[in-house]
């Protein structure tokens, strides 16, 4: 393979996905030939020149001001929208206590992903740029402090200030579940990512990030919805359980699609190859630093579908019967409890008897008292045989 691959060579992967093969092979090749370039005076090393090339981020005091400005807003209206719109919804729609609470959470997020990702979706989706078809090719135009068109600049502010409010609504605002503490690492991460892109004008693939992984999130809460609203009002109401079903379905569908297919072949495929080997110069900044930070978000992602392969495991094995987000603590209680029943079965209660309801105070009262009943009734039982044996010997002595 030609360690430096000109644009109609590009062209033809630009038709065609590579395998994930292929893209091993192909992100090897480019970081074999980034080391080797260690030597030349003119490359950008890690970690030499790391602190050296930061002259080139470009951020005005103006856009942090507003990125931070759009964070406080995110909160304050979360908080107005759960007190005023979404916990009366919840009351209303007769929610049992445990899901008006939990149901704000995701009815917001799902209402706000809709809102970023399609904004994201619009820049991908417009016919204006071309990086998601054509994404090895990038990196032909990039230059140093090269200006960022307007819709691209208003994604990054939302996307930038909603993951600061994140990190806010995780600790403060959130139920705590089994991945919380991933979830902060990942919400870091993601200011890291987002935040490097920008000021280092590689926004392109920056888009691309955001575009191969919202789409999910609005899938997920979604879901998690109309989980919360299947039993209402005393009632099981069977269209959320088949929406909570298909929502589920188009989740995992859409999670292997956006963030297990097209985010590995597109985005580290482009950052990973083409940023050494088909940019116009092989004098790319970061290449380590951009490429580390995205195998570790691919890695996220792989962690989070091992809970989807979890609960389908858990389907198939009739552990559970409907979906849920196995993520949650109580979800996990009651999975326990459902598995100690169905492994124990009806047969243990009516063994036992009130035996099994409870072990100390009343129960203990009951039982003993039970216990002093069938003594009772055996030594009364024992009186009748006795006096009708001294009757049977009264009789056989009179006749002699």
């Known amino acids: 393979m030609d360690l430096v691959m000109d644009t109609a060579h590009a062209e033809l992967y630009n038709n065609s996905l590579p395998s994930y093969w292929g893209f091993l092979q192909d992100c090897y090749a480019g970081a074999t030939e980034h080391f080797r370039q260690w030597d030349s005076p003119n490359v950008f090393l890690w970690p030499l020149d790391f602190f050296n090339v930061f002259r080139i981020l470009t951020v005005t005091k103006e856009e942090v001001g507003l990125v931070l400005v759009l964070a406080v807003f995110w909160t304050l209206l979360r908080y107005i929208v759960t007190w005023h719109i979404f916990t009366p919804f919840a009351e209303k729609m007769k929610l049992s206590k445990l899901n008006t609470k939990k149901f704000p959470e995701s009815a917001w997020k799902c209402v706000f992903?809709?809102?970023?990702?399609?904004?994201?979706?619009?820049?991908?989706?417009?016919?204006?740029?071309?990086?998601?078809?054509?994404?090895?090719?990038?990196?032909?135009?990039?230059?140093?402090?090269?200006d960022i068109p307007v819709e691209i600049r208003v994604v990054f502010a939302i996307q930038f200030s909603f993951y600061i409010h994140s990190l806010y609504a995780t600790m403060y605002m959130d139920r705590w579940r089994k991945d919380s503490v991933v979830m902060m690492f990942h919400h870091f991460l993601t200011l890291s990512l987002e935040g490097f892109a920008y000021t280092v004008r590689y926004y392109k693939i920056g888009i691309l990030v955001v575009f191969t992984h919202d789409v999910t999130d609005i899938c997920l809460e979604f879901t998690k919805c109309n989980v919360y609203m299947k039993n209402r009002g005393g009632k099981f109401r069977p269209i959320h359980d088949k929406l909570s079903t298909g929502g589920f379905l188009f989740f995992a569908g859409t999670w292997a699609l956006f963030r297990l297919y097209w985010y590995p072949l597109k985005c580290l495929h482009t950052v990973g190859y083409a940023m050494i080997l088909v940019a116009p110069t092989t004098h790319m900044p970061f290449y380590v630093f951009c490429n580390v930070q995205l195998?570790?978000?691919?890695?996220?992602?792989?962690?989070?579908?091992?809970?989807?392969?979890?609960?389908?495991?858990?389907?198939?094995?009739?552990?559970?019967?409907?979906?849920e987000d196995v993520r949650e603590h109580e979800v996990e209680e009651k999975w326990?409890?459902?598995?100690?029943?169905?492994?124990?079965?009806?047969?243990?209660?009516?063994?036992?008897?009130?035996?099994?309801?409870?072990?100390?105070?009343?129960?203990?009262?009951?039982?003993?008292?039970?216990?002093?009943?069938?003594?009772?009734?055996?030594?009364?039982s024992q009186t009748k045989v006795y006096h009708l044996?001294?009757?049977r010997q009264r009789t056989r002595t009179a006749d002699t």
């Open 113 to 146: 992903y809709i809102f970023s990702w399609g904004s994201c979706a619009y820049v991908v989706c417009c016919g204006k740029f071309d990086f998601f078809e054509k994404p090895l090719l990038i990196w032909k135009d990039w230059v140093p402090f090269m």
């Open 295 to 323: 195998w570790i978000l691919l890695g996220l992602d792989v962690y989070w579908f091992m809970f989807i392969v979890n609960f389908l495991i858990k389907v198939v094995r009739g552990d559970m019967t409907e979906v």
């Open 336 to 380: 326990k409890d459902q598995k100690v029943e169905i492994k124990n079965g009806p047969q243990t209660a009516i063994n036992n008897g009130p035996q099994m309801d409870t072990n100390n105070g009343p129960q203990t009262k009951t039982r003993n008292g039970a216990h002093n009943v069938v003594l009772q009734k055996r030594e009364t």
């Open 389 to 391: 044996r001294s009757t």
